[in-house]
């Protein structure tokens, strides 16, 4: 009873905050509302049943974001069955999973959840880690990707994480071993057998500051202002600093063409690169706006209840103040749930709107799973500008 009470008060204050009107300081006015037919699709009770990440990829036609054919990228991942609201027994993870979705719309027909299955039929993740001289430990948690405008050639950036159970005196237990370039070719069909793995060296470890990349894409390919770079960011601790990166599609692979925005402009080496702002999230997106600015989207900090934003001039800012667009609040139903990793998907979002995700997790998700089997899945909420 108490957990149906809980699930009514939260519907009530979703709706309650459903649109929050904001004025930022320059010519840009803009609403937030929830997006529960997106929240909702993603609600589900046989198979994949929870993820985190989220991020959408468009295919390409000539050249083109084409949105009649999109992959949406998941992390760790939930397989099981649902029953009358019981999670059912034999529930496990998988470390990284792909949807399929036709077309930009939340409809039940035109989205996919396929399982990739070893040869004993069980569900296990579709990226596993490939590179040399990796740790059979290792698995990918996904970034941002992209497709090639002309090659056709899809590139998915993954963390390499090794779990680490026997730290009993910290929260998180794991640890990034590195970074890696993930690359499907052209017309490659899951599971993607003739997948290929690059090193990513632009990385340092948590003795020397957490540096990474891949936490969001930027394509400036189209468009009159178009530059013709693929933008990459970024994130250094302390402080969830973003950083960024750039480099012409046709390069991406050649990790000496890449170039770091730095306090002499773009150099080579990444461990000068300079922040352009902070409190970032590990997963975020920058989108170009209908007023000509660029919107970085993000979770404050990474953890925290509210989605945030901040408004630049161009890809690399200057970005001004953290604009908090969202409390999440309602959807935190219990003390240890938490609201990461936000970000924007402008290929399933309509004309005058940005499409924003938000995960949500339990630091006891293993206690919590049974009482609360769905918890563990994204949330949408829209962006509106007037």
């Known amino acids: 009873m108490a957990s149906r009470t809980l699930f009514v008060l939260a519907s009530l204050l979703t709706l309650l905050a459903c649109e929050t009107t904001q004025e930022n300081t320059g010519s ?30 468009p295919s390409i036609t000539q050249g083109k974001p084409d949105r009649s054919k999109q992959l949406i990228l998941f992390s760790d991942t939930m397989v099981g069955e649902i029953k009358d609201s ?15 979705l036709v077309g930009d719309r939340a409809v039940e027909s035109a989205i996919d959840f396929p399982m990739h299955h070893n040869g004993e039929g069980k569900e296990v993740s579709i990226f596993p880690v490939k590179i040399d001289g990796s740790s059979s430990k290792e698995y990918f948690w996904l970034g941002d990707g992209f ?14 994480v090794i779990d680490h159970p026997e730290w009993t005196d910290q929260l998180f237990k794991f640890e ?14 899951f599971p993607y057998e003739d997948q290929y793995q690059l090193e990513v060296p632009f990385f340092k470890g948590a003795d020397e500051g957490n540096i990474s990349f891949g936490a969001g894409i ?48 773009w150099d080579g ?36 209840k509210h989605v945030g934003m901040r408004l630049g001039s161009s890809p ?16 935190l139903l219990e003390k240890e749930w938490f609201a990461y990793n936000a970000k924007a998907h402008p290929s399933i979002s309509q004309p005058g709107e940005l499409l924003i995700s938000y995960n949500i997790n339990s630091f006891a998700f293993w206690d919590q799973i049974n009482d609360h089997p769905q918890l563990y899945r994204p949330r949408f909420i829209r962006l509106k500008f007037k």
Request: charged share 20%; proline share 5%; aromatic share 14%.
């Open 28 to 57: 840009l006015s803009y609403a937030t509302e929830a997006a529960p037919e997106w929240t909702n699709l993603f609600k589900r009770t046989s198979g994949w049943f929870g993820g985190d990440g989220v991020f959408v990829l």
């Open 86 to 100: 019981i999670l059912q027994e034999d529930f496990h993870m998988v470390n990284n999973s792909v949807v399929n």
């Open 147 to 160: 497709v090639h405008p002309t090659s056709g050639k899809t590139y998915i950036f993954a963390y390499r």
């Open 176 to 189: 990034i071993a590195g970074g890696a370039l993930i690359v499907l070719p052209k017309d490659s069909q």
């Open 218 to 265: 930027f394509e400036h390919l189209h468009g009159a202002d178009a530059d013709g770079y693929i933008y990459i960011y970024g994130v250094r601790d302390p402080g969830k600093e973003l950083l960024v990166a750039r480099i012409k599609p046709d390069e991406i692979e050649s990790f000496d063409q890449w170039r770091f925005y730095s306090e002499d402009g």
């Open 269 to 304: 080496d990444f461990t000068q690169a300079v922040a352009v702002c902070d409190s970032a999230s590990n997963e975020l997106s920058v989108s170009p706006l209908p007023n000509g600015q660029f919107a970085l989207i993000f979770q404050i900090n990474g953890i925290d």
């Open 316 to 331: 690399i800012g200057p970005f001004d103040n953290v604009h908090r667009i969202w409390d999440c609040s309602p959807d």
